[in-house]
């Protein structure tokens, strides 16, 4: 089964840190796309960041300079790592997978939930 | 970046009605678009790729039209599992962006 679960999540302070993880499995996790998208709660779907099947990386400007994505192919595992953590990035964040250009998310995982607060 | 206006917002419809669905990109974005549902406490579902290609298993009643500026999605009779919110998202270039959402609601 094609299946993606994500883990990490959790309750962080202002300005702290936390690392998300995405364990891949049922598919070859190194020919796809990555990303991580997040919604906060009553709201719509931010995009949060992408890493192609060579390592190249892309974010949006609300979250640049503090998140970084990075893959472990030999572990089937993605992560974001989380730092400088604002109220706004309260969410649940989800990582999907990407066949390549032209296509669209096509597997979500189930999400986790950060939540930014003193 | 390129901004997405999607409307409605919301709207209510019933059992067998047709719905439209519009979103419209700031620049051209190609057919670079997808469709997503979203059911409360649940990940999105891809429906629809490159505009107007049917996500394999997604029922046919769903599909997607436009190119360019203006997209469609068109669920032409409406069925009880098809009450959620809908987002469209533009991957023509990054930062990747999704449209506001629209909610499907019963009347």
């Known amino acids: 089964e094609v299946q993606l679960v994500e883990s990490g999540g959790g309750l962080v302070q202002p300005g702290g840190s936390l690392r998300l993880s995405c364990a891949a499995s049922?598919?070859?996790?190194?020919?796809?796309?990555m990303h991580w998208v997040r919604q906060a709660t009553g709201k719509g779907l931010e995009w949060v960041s992408a890493?192609?099947?060579?390592?190249?990386?892309y974010y949006p400007g609300s979250v640049k300079g503090r998140f970084t994505i990075s893959r472990e192919n030999a572990k089937n595992s993605l992560y974001l790592q989380m730092n400088s953590l604002r109220a706004g990035d309260t969410a649940v964040y989800y990582c999907?997978?990407?066949w390549g250009v032209g296509y669209g998310m096509d597997v979500w995982g189930q999400g986790t939930t950060v939540t930014v607060s003193s | 970046a390129i901004r997405i206006t999607q409307s409605p917002s919301s709207l209510s419809a019933s059992t067998g009605d047709r719905v439209t669905i519009t979103c419209r990109a700031s620049?051209?974005?190609?057919?670079?678009l997808a469709w997503y549902q979203q059911k409360p406490g649940k990940a999105p579902k891809l429906l629809i790729y490159?505009?107007?290609t049917l996500q394999s298993g997604v029922p046919s009643r769903f599909s997607g039209s436009g190119s360019g500026t203006d997209f469609t999605l068109t669920i032409s009779c409406l069925q009880s599992e098809d009450f959620a919110t809908y987002y469209c998202?533009?991957?023509?270039?990054?930062?990747?962006?999704f449209g506001g959402g629209t909610k499907v609601e019963i009347k």
């Open positions: 998202q533009q991957y023509y270039s990054y930062p990747l962006t």
């Open positions: 620049q051209g974005i190609s057919s670079y």
């Open positions: 490159a505009a107007s």
């Open positions: 049922g598919f070859t996790f190194s020919s796809y796309d």
């Open positions: 890493i192609g099947t060579a390592g190249d990386t």
């Open positions: 999907a997978r990407v």
